[in-house]
Structure formats: C-alpha cells, structure tokens
C-alpha cells in the first residue's frame, strides 16, 4: 500500500498549491520551498496511530481477499441451496486432490463442556447448570461443574448437556442457557447417533453453526482475536469448521456417503491404547517388529469379523457392544455404493447431495447399544472412582515428583 493511497483515503488534498513567497531582511523577494505531496502524506500518517492504520488497511484490501477465498466455494450449493461456507478443504499438490481434514467431535464436545463448567460461553455463566445441579432432579451434581471432573469423559458431557438439564432449566426460568444446551446437544447427536437421515442430520447441526456465526461480523475490523462471545476462538473456528467438513464428504466420499463415526480420531487413539494394553515390557510403546504384528492381526480379525460368509460368532472383546442381527443389508447396500463412480477428488463440485448410509438407517437404530451418562455418585460410602491402591500411591517409583536439585544433592 502505497503512502499516496492513504493520504487520499485520509482525504488530503492532491493538488499543489502555489509556492508561498517571503520577503528577507533586505526586502528581496523569495520563494519558499513546498513539500511534496509524499512528504506531506509521511507528515500526516505519521502522527495516526497504528491501531487506526491497521483497520483502515484491512478495510481496503479485505474486498479482494474474499472475493480471491470465495472464488472456489461461492457457487457450491448444498441440496441445491446456497450455502455460505465458512471452512473449504485443502488442496494437496502431492496428491493432487483436494482432502478434508477436521477436529475429533467427542473432544469438541468434552472442550465445550469444560468451558461451560468455568463459564463464559457466549456471557453465560454455570449459575444456570449450578441451579439444575444443586436440585437433585438429574444427574448432574455440583461436584461435575466446580471441579469438572474427569474432563475427557464424553458421557460426563452428554450429561452437561442433556434433556432433562434442558428441562429443568427452562422450569428455572434459565432460557438463554437451555437454548445453548440444545444446540450443543442436538450437534451432537448429529454426530453420534444411529438411525438419522443425512439430511436430517444437517440441519441438526445447522443450529449451533448459526449460533455461532451470528457473533461476528468478518468485515468489520480489528477482528476478535482470543474469544468470540466468549468462545475460544480455536473451539469456535473448530466446530464451525467441523460441521462444513462433514458436509463436503459427502461428494469427497466413495458412492457419496460415509459413516459419520467413520470421521474420528477416535479409531486411533482406541488402537493405539490398545497396543499399550498389550505391551509386553509395560513400557506402552511397541517395537517395530511388534507393531507390525499387531498390524497383521488387527487385519486378520477384521476380515473376519465382515466376512458375509461366516456362519459362526467371531467376538473380539469381551464385552459386547452391539447385539447380533440376523437380517441386515448392511453388506449389500455398501456393494452398490462402491458400484457407483467416484467423484473427482482434484476439483470443487457445484452440488452437494446428501445420501444415506446404513448408520444413517432405521434398521440400524434398533442395534445402537445404550450411551450412559456420566456421574458423579454423592454417597458417602460409594465407590470412588479412579482410586489407586497404597502400594501404587506410596510404594511405587516416581521420580517425576522429585526436585532435580535434590536428585543432585544441592544444599
């Protein structure tokens, strides 16, 4: 940005006036000199703060810098209906396709919740949650909301935000604080539960992703930097981005569609505490000779278990999540999904249509396995979750609680 162009959004003047003419100690007439127009733009600029040079320099090149973001995505339509995108995926040169990428939604929702119980989502303190906690008509305690116990439980957060929390908090008067409990619930059912349409879903999630855009103004400058309406600005950007992402699977995908559950580090993070589990030095890293092992027959009981062949039980935990179903057409529907032809993953589509998957099916809603909330039982001979024994506590070597100066022996 050159100085002239400040100056004439300042509104100095362009034209030169006519040289100014003083008369010395002998009466001798004689010009004086006239800045340029560049010194005198330097002169004015110059005593503008920086804060105000900042906004006026955003505000002249932020028109072409959307209209540059929102060449790609402007025309991309969602069930042919205009959608305003907030998040678009990247383009990878080395695969030369574009991939989408987004954050875990059970650790967005443990990250919501957490904020919650300190308060300041969107100005709202926890009186709310506080209030239904201390009425003993739900789940919820006051021990979950001042001490935020165990703050990666989802089911703790299920419980934050449940119905019956929504209930209560309506009956108490707390509407601004059981909108919010809605929103952040119904997101998240979008994203776990079985048994809804694709479409459906979409619009479940639509209503905290209005939410949340309708705290910010993105051409008014400066812009929010570590709270927006008192969310953090990395959830905020985080969830909005979430709920964009899993609306450009749904071409980016084969045949179309996916498994929302599908979409998760979850998968991962469950995997690898697996091989932690079954390290043999109990260090919980393996070797590369065991991992591939591991590998090895981590695929061999997965072709298993989905061989629509078998006519025996194949169980691979102890613990049955999902009950055994006789009639399903889980196999046959994905075999004409992966008959229909791949979207192209090197270009940006003009439509997004949202096609359901078995997960998204009422057959599979009759074998979804029961999600518990989370507690926290207030007896006072109850079992206290998370308790160690003595010889773990005490006998056990620690030697992160020792002070390096007292492993060196300083005085």
């Not at 003047?13 to 004689?30: A, D, W």
């Not at 000779?289 to 298993?304: A, D, K, L």
């Amino acid at each position: 940005m050159k100085i002239q162009d400040i100056a004439f959004l300042l509104g100095l003047e362009t034209s030169q006036s006519s040289p100014n003419v003083s008369k010395n100690s002998k009466g001798n007439m004689r010009a004086k000199k006239v800045n340029t127009l560049s010194e005198l733009s330097a002169s004015t600029v110059s005593k503008i703060p920086k804060f105000f040079l900042n906004i006026i320099y955003a505000e002249m090149v932020w028109p072409e810098k959307m209209k540059s973001w929102a060449s790609d995505v402007k025309n991309v339509t969602v069930e042919g209906n205009k959608y305003d995108w907030f998040y678009k995926p990247e383009f990878s040169p080395s695969r030369n396709q574009y991939e989408v990428r987004c954050i875990d939604s059970t650790h967005l929702l443990t990250r919501t919740r957490t904020k919650s119980c300190k308060g300041g989502l969107e100005n709202l303190n926890n009186n709310g949650w506080m209030k239904v906690a201390r009425s003993g008509k739900t789940l919820l305690t006051p021990v979950m909301i001042q001490e935020i116990v165990d703050p990666m439980s989802a089911s703790m957060a299920i419980t934050h935000f449940s119905e019956q929390v929504e209930s209560v908090m309506r009956l108490n008067g707390d509407i601004a604080s059981a909108d919010l409990c809605r929103d952040v619930r119904m997101w998240w059912q979008a994203e776990d539960e079985p048994g809804i349409s694709s479409a459906k879903r979409h619009n479940m999630r639509m209503n905290l992703r209005t939410r949340l855009l309708n705290h910010v103004k993105f051409n008014e400058f400066p812009p929010p930097t570590m709270y927006i309406w008192g969310w953090p600005c990395q959830l905020w950007e985080a969830i909005i981005s979430s709920i964009d992402a899993k609306a450009w699977l749904y071409y980016f995908c084969h045949g179309g569609t996916y498994n929302v559950r599908a979409f998760s580090s979850m998968i991962g993070e469950t995997f690898f505490s697996e091989l932690t589990m079954n390290d043999r030095r109990g260090q919980g890293t393996v070797s590369c000779q065991e991992f591939g092992q591991f590998i090895g027959n981590t695929i061999e009981q997965v072709q298993i278990r989905l061989d629509p062949e078998r006519t025996f039980s194949y169980r691979t935990k102890r613990a049955t999540v999902y009950n055994l179903v006789d009639d399903t057409d889980s196999v046959d529907q994905m075999e004409s999904i992966q008959d229909h032809s791949r979207n192209s993953l090197d270009e940006i589509p003009t439509n997004i249509t949202f096609r359901d998957h078995h997960f998204d099916t009422q057959l599979r809603k009759r074998v979804c396995g029961k999600r518990k909330e989370g507690t926290v039982l207030t007896e006072r001979n109850s079992l206290q979750k998370g308790s160690l024994g003595v010889r773990w506590e005490k006998a056990r070597c620690d030697q992160s609680k020792i002070l390096p100066t007292v492993k060196m022996g300083l005085l």
